[in-house]
C-alpha cells in the first residue's frame, strides 16, 4: 500500500518553516493521540503516522532527502535494518518511539505518557500510577435573548460515564483485587516494530493502566465506570453571549482507577429574537410609525429588555425622517464583565398608507396645494446629483 506523503500528513505545505511544521505536529499528535481513542486501532496507526511524518520533516538533511526522493530515501540503499539509509544515506531513524517526539514537542517526562504532563493522565509507563482523569464533556445550550439578559438558573441533563458503584470505580467484583497486568508487567506499554521504527503502544491487555482486575466488576465489566444520565443546575449569568461557555468542574466524565472527573463544559447560543438584535452589548430594532407622527412630532413607546413592562417612550422630533436612529443609552444587554449595560437603538420606519378614505385623501391634496414648491428642493437635489453620476 502506498504510503501517505509526509507534508500532506501534517497539513503543511512543501515550503512550511520547522515553526509550521511542529505546531502542525502538535496539533495532529493532539488529535490522534492513543490517549484520547482507547482502543481505535486506525486512530493509533495514525498517531504512527504523523510520528514518522514530524520525525523525517523536523530533520533539515532528511527533510532535503524526502523532498528529492521520496519515501524511497529511507528505504534500502544500505541504510541497514530498519536504517534511514537509503538514497541520502541517512541514519539516525532506527527505533524512533513515537512518544519521544511527543514528549520532546509538549515537554512530557517521567517515562509515563506524554499525556500525563499535559492531561493529568496517561498510560501509567514505567509503573507509575494508573489513575486516570476523565474526559471532559460539552454541552450545547441553546437559550433566548430575553434569558441571556435577565440571567437565570437551568438545570440540563445529559450522558455521561460515572464512577460504577458496585466496584467504586475500581473495576473490580467486590471480595477480589486490581492487579499489575500480565501482559506489559506494569508498564503500561508494550514495544513493537513497524519498518524502520520500533514503536511503543499501549498495552492491549490492561489499555495502558498497568493494572487489571483479578476478577471484573460485572456490573461494569471491569471498566470501573457505568453510562448514566445526569442532571446538572447551571447558573447563567446576565449577559451572557453566544459562544461563550460554562465550566462545571468534576461533572465530566468519572476517572479512571481513582483518578480524577473530567469537567462540563457547557457552550452557549443565544437564539434569535423576532424584535431585537443584538450586537456585542447593544439591542438594535427596527419601529413603524405614521408619517403624521414623523411631521408633527410626537411620543411613542417603543419594546424594550430593560423593564418588567416592555415598553419605554421616546421623543419623536417634527420632521424626523425615515431611517433615523434614536438612542436609548444604558436600555441594552448587561455587560458580562465591568458593570453596567449597553445602549439600546431605534431605528424609526416611516409608515405610508396604502389606502385613503375621501376625506384623509382630501386632506393631503389640500396639504399639497398649500407647500407648493417646499418640497421640491430635496427632490430636485436627488436629481441634479443624479445627473452628474457619469459625469
Not at 94 to 103: E, I
Not at 249 to 274: F, R, T
Not at 359 to 378: C, I, M, N, W, Y
Request: hydrophobic letters at 30%; one cysteine or more; glycine letters at 16%.
Amino acid at each position: 500500500m502506498a504510503k501517505s506523503d509526509y507534508y500532506e500528513l501534517l497539513g503543511v505545505s512543501r515550503d512550511a518553516s520547522p515553526e509550521e511544521i511542529k505546531k502542525a505536529y502538535r496539533k495532529q499528535a493532539l488529535k490522534y493521540h492513543p490517549d484520547k481513542h482507547k482502543g481505535d486501532k486506525a486512530m493509533e496507526e495514525k498517531f504512527k503516522e504523523v510520528s514518522e511524518a514530524y520525525e523525517v520533516l523536523k530533520d533539515a538533511d532528511k527533510r532535503a532527502a524526502y523532498d528529492r526522493y521520496g519515501h524511497a530515501a529511507f528505504e534500502g540503499g544500505g541504510g541497514g535494518a530498519g536504517g534511514m539509509g537509503g538514497m541520502g544515506g541517512f541514519r539516525g531513524g532506527a527505533h524512533v518511539d513515537p512518544f519521544d517526539l511527543f514528549r520532546e514537542v509538549f515537554g512530557g517526562g517521567g517515562g509515563g505518557s506524554p499525556f500525563d504532563d499535559l492531561f493529568g493522565g496517561g498510560m501509567g509507563g514505567g509503573g507509575g500510577s494508573s489513575a486516570r482523569a476523565g474526559a471532559d464533556l460539552r454541552y450545547n445550550l441553546e437559550i433566548s435573548l430575553v434569558e441571556a439578559y435577565k440571567g437565570m438558573e437551568k438545570e440540563i441533563s445529559y450522558r455521561s460515564a460515572v464512577a460504577c458503584d458496585r466496584c467504586h470505580g475500581e473495576g473490580a467484583e467486590p471480595g477480589s483485587s486490581v492487579i499489575t497486568c500480565p501482559t506489559c508487567g506494569g508498564a503500561g506499554r508494550v514495544v513493537t516494530s513497524r519498518g524502520f521504527f520500533q514503536v511503543q503502544q499501549a498495552c492491549p491487555t490492561c489499555g495502558g493502566a498497568g493494572r487489571v482486575p483479578e476478577r471484573k466488576c460485572t456490573k461494569c465489566g471491569g471498566e470501573g465506570r457505568v453510562m448514566e444520565q445526569r442532571k446538572v443546575k447551571l447558573r447563567i449569568p446576565p449577559g451572557i453571549d453566544t459562544g461563550q461557555r460554562l465550566r462545571s468542574s468534576g461533572n465530566g466524565e468519572a476517572g479512571m482507577m481513582g483518578g480524577p472527573a473530567g469537567d462540563l463544559y457547557v457552550v452557549i447560543q443565544v437564539k434569535d429574537h423576532s424584535v431585537f438584535d443584538r450586537q456585542g452589548d447593544d439591542l438594535y430594532c427596527d419601529v413603524p410609525i405614521k408619517f403624521t407622527l414623523a411631521a408633527l412630532g410626537g411620543q411613542i413607546e417603543v419594546p424594550t429588555l430593560s423593564n418588567e413592562s416592555g415598553m419605554v417612550s421616546l421623543k419623536i422630533p417634527a420632521g424626523t425622517q425615515s431611517g433615523t436612529v434614536f438612542k436609548l443609552r444604558d436600555r441594552g444587554m448587561p455587560r458580562l464583565r465591568g458593570g453596567g449595560h449597553g445602549d439600546q437603538f431605534v431605528r424609526v420606519q416611516i409608515e405610508v398608507p396604502k389606502k385613503l378614505n375621501h376625506e384623509q385623501r382630501k386632506h393631503l391634496e389640500a396639504f399639497a396645494r398649500a407647500s407648493g414648491d417646499a418640497d421640491q428642493p430635496v427632490e430636485e437635489s436627488f436629481w441634479e446629483k443624479a445627473k452628474k453620476i457619469f459625469d
